[in-house]
DNA sequence: CTTCTTACA
DNA sequence: TGTAAGGA
């Protein structure tokens, strides 16, 4: 396994990956990553990018870090990967059930506003018909 | 000039 | 996560 060398700077993994030295700190931080160290530089091998992609493309279908996190821990261990496939699963079909009550929700309020939206447009249609004579302003002009 | 940490937005 | 600050 002579592949697993491939070593990058914060700069370089960062370029690569699309995305700035803070993110890669932040994950960092949060425990996502642990980059070697040259001194007090970080060192970033393939592995740390391998997982930076899964963290990435976590955070665009929506997994929170927390979600994210445990699914990493989860791959490391189990060699199999028979265990984190059941719970990326459930963790998918958790995530697809979600999305799909926002939308219900969604639609719903949608719903709800074409119907002001329709009724408001009624309001002023008939107001902007009625002869100047006829309509009563609120407050007396000066 | 590049990187790191800390802290606030 | 961006940005700023201060040190190495």
Redesign the pocket.
């Known amino acids: 396994m002579s592949h697993e060398s491939l070593l990058y ?4 993994l960062a370029a690569g990956l699309g ?12 425990g996502l990553i642990s ?1 070697q ?1 040259a001194g ?3 060192v970033y091998t393939q592995r740390d990018r391998a997982r930076m992609i899964l963290i ?1 493309r976590g ?1 665009r279908l929506g997994f929170s870090i927390k979600e994210i996190k445990e699914y990493l821990e989860l791959y490391d261990i189990d060699p199999t990967h028979a265990q984190q496939t059941k719970a990326l699963l459930k963790a998918v079909q958790s995530r697809i059930h979600s999305l799909e009550e926002q939308r219900l929700a969604l639609e719903e309020t949608l719903i709800e506003l074409r119907e002001i939206e329709r009724q408001a447009t009624d309001a002023l249609k008939t107001i902007e018909t009625q002869p100047k004579a006829a309509r009563k302003p609120a407050v007396a002009t000066k």
Do not use: A, D, G
């Open positions: 700077t914060v700069t370089q995305i700035t030295v803070r993110t890669l700190h932040f994950y960092e931080s949060q980059p160290r007090n530089t970080r990435l955070k």
